[in-house]
């Protein structure tokens, strides 16, 4: 399915770099979301755009910034990571901010060393 | 918020009935209930949505009794494919942030 795709899958940075994660969705939906799922727990919900403004910042570390251009697109943006922020991130897009099915991409397996 | 409650895990063997029963005793009227799918390093895939009674789609059905407290989704005979962990959800229209994943439950499905 490719519905949502991400990029890149694997990244391994360095506490001090700055990095980017992108997420296209291709299914004409008005809302994106950023999930965080670490190890052996559940997956928490860090941002939500709903057409290109943003509805919801789960109390997020400010070493996230997510960015929204367009309805297709979002980004999360990486800088001054701590070795717990590796996890798998995830983005979501529904047709709306509602309650809405939501389809997944495949995640980006981020590691910080 | 609804918060549900699953077992951590189940065991199954290839070509049974899988039940993995949901509770949700603070649901609200306006709540749907959703199921996902997860595999390892992988994004949860949608399975199935009702609000009451059952529904049946190509891969799952999902009974929901008429207080909707619980809900119970049912996989006719699984097989090695199946095995991934399995999350319920409520949430209501307008309410994108009660869509809270719990633990889900562990699914394992032996030869």
């Known amino acids: 399915e490719t519905g949502v795709t991400q990029t890149p899958r694997h990244l391994v940075m360095g506490m001090t770099n700055k990095k980017s994660l992108k997420c296209e969705q291709h299914?004409?939906?008005?809302?994106m979301y950023w999930y965080k799922q670490s190890a052996k727990k559940p997956l928490e919900l860090m941002f939500v755009?709903?057409?290109?403004?943003?509805?919801e910042n789960n109390s997020v570390p400010s070493r996230f910034s997510p960015e929204c251009p367009n309805s297709s697109h979002l980004f999360l943006h990486l800088h001054t990571l701590q070795p717990e922020d590796s996890a798998l991130y995830l983005c979501a897009s529904s047709r709306s901010g509602d309650a809405d099915t939501q389809y997944f991409g495949p995640g980006t397996r981020l590691t910080v060393l | 918020l609804a918060k549900t409650t699953q077992p951590i895990s189940m065991d199954s063997y290839e070509g049974q009935e899988v039940n993995i029963t949901c509770s949700h005793n603070n649901i609200a009227t306006n709540d749907y209930i959703t199921w996902y799918q997860q595999f390892p390093s992988q994004g949860p895939r949608f399975i199935i949505q009702?609000?009451?009674t059952k529904v049946t789609n190509e891969v799952a059905s999902l009974f929901i009794p008429a207080d909707r407290k619980s809900s119970t989704l049912s996989l006719p005979r699984v097989s090695l494919s199946d095995t991934a962990v399995y999350y319920c959800?409520?949430?209501?229209?307008?309410?994108?942030?009660?869509?809270?994943f719990g633990a889900g439950t562990r699914l394992a499905v032996h030869p």
């Open positions: 009702g609000y009451k």
């Open positions: 755009y709903n057409f290109k403004e943003q509805t």
């Open positions: 299914l004409g939906h008005n809302a």
């Open positions: 959800l409520v949430g209501v229209s307008g309410g994108y942030n009660k869509l809270i």
